[in-house]
């Protein structure tokens, strides 16, 4: 099985971040979570496991750790979203819900 960097652990860029609340995490998927980002509070997310490693036998079988995305000069980060995505009112939102999948 896939070994993962515990999304708890991921303090990166550390000049930044000072704490981490994960508050959704899927092994095989994506965590999301609620992050002191330069003092405010924010919601990032990130692929656990990014697609080419899928092909990796190493980093499958575990010998590996998975680094997922985003990654930044080896280390994972946190991408984090605007702050209007939660804001039902914004562009950004409406344009989410507009979208028919």
């Known amino acids: 099985m896939a070994n993962y960097r ?7 860029p550390q000049d930044m971040i000072t704490d981490v609340d994960v508050i959704f995490e899927d092994h ?17 997310i990130r692929w656990n496991i990014a697609l080419r490693e ?13 680094l997922g995305l985003p990654i930044s000069r080896g280390y994972p ?9 939660l ?8 344009a989410i819900d507009s979208i028919k999948l």
């Open 77 to 85: 980060t946190w991408f984090i979203l605007p702050d209007q995505i």
């Open 6 to 12: 515990d999304p708890k652990t991921i303090y990166s």
């Open 54 to 66: 899928w092909d990796d036998t190493d980093k499958m079988n575990g010998t590996k750790e998975c």
């Open 87 to 94: 804001d039902k009112n914004s562009d950004i939102r409406k």
């Open 28 to 44: 095989d998927t994506v965590s999301i979570a609620k992050i002191k980002w330069n003092d405010n509070n924010v919601i990032g």
